[in-house]
């Protein structure tokens, strides 16, 4: 666009400073420029575009939806303007399926694009679709091999991540608020019910501890009853805001974790009151005079929430092929947000690894620790995660301190345990085996403060955590110029006077019998925006119902000698009663002819 300093002279130079603007994280200035596009020539759907992106950088989905619409419906043909306005609703709620719907029109005019294709993942992967969502990103990978947001929202597919909010569905006509609200009413409830419960626990211990083995008073059942009337109260108070009982239902089914954790909450009830049933001392019970049978309930209570989060950590640390995700977010290692989703990524794998290797010296423990050798397993794929995720030489854990000394605490451990095993068989060498084993617990046991003091770490500082909730989606991340962004096809005067003066028009369309050409009765008009206005047989536009893609072909209306060839996409418009091409290539040539006689 000339010098920096120059004053944009057309519409068309107004929305690449808009798109330079948008570049260099200036929406503010981007949102001005597309409006000075769009107040030159508002017929212009790249300007219109624009100002969609603009708004939506700024926060304003609504508005943001109200521009990509305008772009459609000045270029109802274009899968940039498809795209625009699919990327619009996306952020919409309620509007899931329509943005859907405008990813599929998207990739049915411009199937050869990838961006298309990548929105038509998103959505999937927004609702936990993973079969779709990964065929739709490695259909967008043939198109282009290095589009960053495909990579990395494939590896997060391969992970079979899930957006935080999973409770609620995309496509479900209501407000997210709503069923936020109804959420945030159980998960406070479970957590109350938790804590009471726990504290009752606790202090029926510390009085039974503080009476010196002489028994439970006989005051304390009455007293245990009456927590029974503070969970109830409790239960009244945020039960009453959840409001829409049946959509909670569908929220629990919807997110698993969710919903056990409200049914462990629920359990722990149970697991209370079957503690003031049976009673808290007698023969043969535990120090201090607890009863086993007292005490199993009482565990339940007071271990039921710790257990949930260990083994949902585990849990979400075995799911999906996190080497295959490695691999595709090092494909994108330049951008930001694959980076960090690569050290999240590789925290599960340390995860994965550390259950593995406890489990193992179990049981070699128990077996026979002659068979300690196989604890090098460990150590071992972890080395081919690294090489099979394309980590050599990245030093990828580098930039976590945390997950580094994690690492080498596991591959110690292993290596110390299968050491210990081999030198036990060895006679004599049992002070120095027992050593070993020393060295692979504390390696073992090692592995969870660092977790710890991570993951507080990440607490207190707000930061990307150690666990599955941190991996993020790569929404329009890279350098790369986006789609919806690029500048539409337009007609130079040469080809619009073809047009508008051409007698012989050929329209080139397909129907179930293959390619066919039909004539063209005329064309109407040009628009100011580049669309063809056509008025062709019934046939064509049947043809053109099933297959949009069309080739309009006329000849120079002067000389004859020139010929002008747009491919575009044709849609019927039967309040005017033509059919509106709207341009995606333009190619000119040259008849054969005396004039290019040797």
Same mark, same amino acid.
């Given at each position: 666009?000339?010098?920096?300093?120059?004053?944009?002279?057309?519409?068309?130079?107004?929305?690449? *400073?808009?798109?330079?603007?948008?570049?260099?994280?200036?929406?503010?200035?981007?949102?001005?420029?597309?409006?000075?596009?769009?107040?030159?020539?508002?017929?212009?759907?790249?300007?219109?575009?624009?100002?969609?992106?603009?708004?939506?950088?700024?926060?304003?989905?609504?508005?943001?939806?109200?521009?990509?619409?305008?772009?459609?419906?000045?270029?109802?043909?274009?899968?940039?303007?498809?795209?625009?306005?699919? /990327?619009?609703?996306?952020?919409?709620?309620?509007?899931?399926?329509?943005?859907?719907?405008?990813?599929?029109?998207?990739?049915?005019?411009?199937?050869?694009?990838?961006?298309?294709?990548?929105?038509?993942?998103?959505?999937? *992967?927004?609702?936990?679709?993973?079969?779709?969502?990964?065929?739709?990103?490695?259909?967008?990978?043939?198109?282009?091999?290095?589009?960053?947001?495909?990579?990395?929202?494939?590896?997060?597919?391969?992970?079979? $991540?899930?957006?935080?909010?999973?409770?609620?569905?995309?496509?479900?006509?209501?407000?997210?608020?709503?069923?936020?609200?109804?959420?945030?009413?159980?998960?406070?409830?479970?957590?109350?019910?938790?804590?009471?419960?726990?504290?009752?626990? *606790?202090?029926?211990?510390?009085?039974?501890?503080?009476?010196?083995?002489?028994?439970?008073?006989?005051?304390?059942?009455?007293?245990?009853?009456?927590?029974?009337?503070?969970?109830?109260?409790?239960?009244?108070?945020?039960?009453?805001?959840? /409001?829409?009982?049946? #959509?909670?239902?569908?929220?629990?089914?919807?997110?698993?974790?969710?919903?056990?954790?409200?049914?462990?909450?629920?359990?722990?009830?149970?697991?209370?009151?079957?503690?003031?049933?049976?009673?808290?001392?007698?023969?043969?019970?535990?120090?201090?005079?607890?009863?086993?049978?007292?005490?199993?309930?009482? /565990?339940?209570? #007071? #271990?039921?929430?710790?257990?949930?989060?260990?083994?949902?950590?585990?849990?979400?640390?075995?799911?999906?092929?996190?080497?295959?995700? #490695?691999?595709?977010?090092?494909?994108?290692?330049?951008?930001?947000?694959?980076?960090?989703?690569?050290?999240?990524?590789?925290?599960?794998?340390?995860?994965?690894? $550390?259950?593995?290797?406890?489990?193992?010296?179990?049981?070699?423990?128990?077996?026979?620790?002659?068979?300690?050798?196989?604890?090098?397993?460990?150590?071992? *794929?972890?080395?081919?995660?690294?090489?099979?995720?394309?980590?050599?030489?990245?030093?990828?854990?580098?930039?976590?301190?945390?997950?580094?000394?994690?690492?080498?605490?596991?591959?110690?451990?292993?290596?110390?345990?299968?050491?210990?095993?081999?030198? /036990?068989?060895?006679?004599?060498?049992?002070?120095?085996?027992? $050593?070993?084993?020393?060295?692979?617990?504390?390696?073992?046991?090692?592995?969870?403060?660092?977790?710890?003091?991570?993951?507080?770490?990440?607490?207190?500082?707000?930061?990307?955590?150690?666990?599955?909730?941190?991996?993020?989606?790569?929404?329009?991340?890279?350098?790369?110029?986006?789609?919806?962004?690029?500048?539409?096809?337009?007609?130079?005067?040469?080809?619009?006077?073809?047009?508008?003066?051409?007698?012989?028009?050929?329209?080139?369309?397909?129907?179930?019998?293959?390619?066919?050409?039909?004539?063209?009765?005329?064309?109407?008009?040009?628009?100011?925006?580049?669309?063809?206005?056509?008025?062709?047989?019934?046939?064509?536009?049947?043809?053109?119902?099933?297959?949009?893609?069309?080739?309009?072909?006329?000849?120079?209306?002067?000389?004859?000698?020139?010929?002008?060839?747009?491919?575009?996409?044709?849609?019927?418009?039967?309040?005017?009663?033509?059919?509106?091409?709207?341009?995606?290539?333009?190619?000119?040539?040259?008849?054969?002819?005396?004039?290019?006689?040797?």
């Amino acid at each position: 666009m000339g010098n920096e300093g120059e004053q944009p002279r057309d519409h068309r130079e107004w929305c690449a *400073l808009a798109v330079a603007q948008l570049n260099r994280g200036h929406p503010e200035a981007a949102l001005e420029s597309a409006q000075a596009a769009a107040d030159l020539e508002p017929s212009s759907q790249w300007a219109h575009r624009m100002l969609s992106m603009a708004l939506e950088r700024l926060g304003r989905d609504t508005d943001a939806v109200t521009a990509a619409e305008s772009a459609v419906r000045l270029a109802p043909g274009s899968w940039h303007a498809r795209l625009r306005l699919g /990327g619009a609703l996306k952020r919409v709620p309620g509007r899931w399926r329509d943005a859907s719907a405008q990813a599929a029109l998207a990739g049915r005019y411009a199937p050869e694009e990838a961006d298309p294709h990548v929105l038509a993942g998103d959505l999937a *992967l927004l609702r936990g679709e993973h079969a779709r969502a990964e065929t739709a990103y490695r259909t967008a990978l043939r198109r282009e091999d290095d589009h960053p947001a495909a990579r990395v929202n494939l590896g997060l597919t391969l992970l079979r $991540w899930e957006r935080p909010r999973a409770h609620h569905d995309p496509a479900w006509p209501v407000d997210p608020r709503e069923t936020g609200r109804a959420r945030r009413a159980l998960e406070v409830w479970s957590r109350q019910i938790r804590i009471v419960l726990a504290l009752a626990v *606790l202090a029926a211990l510390a009085v039974l501890i503080a009476g010196s083995g002489g028994g439970a008073p006989g005051w304390l059942p009455w007293g245990g009853g009456a927590v029974l009337a503070v969970i109830a109260g409790l239960t009244v108070a945020q039960g009453r805001r959840v /409001g829409d009982w049946g #959509l909670a239902s569908a929220m629990l089914r919807r997110d698993p974790w969710f919903g056990v954790s409200v049914v462990t909450a629920a359990t722990a009830v149970l697991a209370y009151a079957a503690c003031l049933t049976i009673p808290m001392t007698g023969p043969g019970g535990l120090p201090y005079g607890v009863d086993p049978r007292w005490a199993g309930p009482a /565990g339940i209570v #007071l #271990l039921n929430g710790p257990a949930l989060i260990v083994v949902r950590t585990l849990a979400g640390a075995w799911r999906g092929r996190p080497v295959a995700a #490695l691999a595709q977010f090092n494909r994108a290692y330049g951008e930001r947000t694959a980076r960090r989703d690569i050290l999240v990524t590789l925290w599960l794998v340390l995860g994965r690894a $550390w259950s593995a290797l406890v489990v193992l010296v179990v049981v070699v423990i128990v077996v026979d620790p002659r068979t300690a050798a196989v604890t090098l397993a460990v150590p071992y *794929l972890l080395m081919h995660a690294r090489r099979r995720g394309g980590l050599g030489g990245r030093g990828a854990a580098r930039g976590d301190r945390w997950l580094l000394a994690g690492l080498v605490l596991v591959v110690t451990a292993g290596v110390a345990a299968a050491g210990a095993g081999a030198v /036990g068989a060895i006679p004599g060498a049992g002070e120095v085996a027992a $050593w070993g084993w020393w060295v692979a617990f504390g390696g073992l046991a090692g592995v969870v403060p660092v977790f710890l003091l991570r993951a507080g770490r990440a607490w207190w500082r707000g930061a990307p955590g150690p666990w599955r909730a941190s991996l993020i989606m790569c929404d329009g991340c890279g350098r790369r110029l986006p789609g919806d962004a690029r500048e539409s096809v337009t007609l130079s005067s040469e080809v619009r006077r073809t047009f508008t003066y051409a007698r012989g028009v050929v329209l080139s369309c397909a129907d179930e019998l293959g390619p066919r050409a039909m004539a063209v009765g005329a064309v109407v008009s040009v628009s100011s925006a580049g669309e063809l206005r056509l008025i062709a047989e019934a046939e064509a536009w049947d043809a053109a119902e099933r297959e949009p893609r069309v080739a309009v072909f006329a000849t120079e209306p002067l000389q004859r000698r020139f010929w002008v060839e747009v491919r575009g996409i044709a849609l019927a418009d039967p309040d005017s009663d033509v059919l509106r091409v709207t341009p995606k290539e333009i190619l000119v040539g040259e008849f054969p002819g005396r004039h290019q006689r040797r």
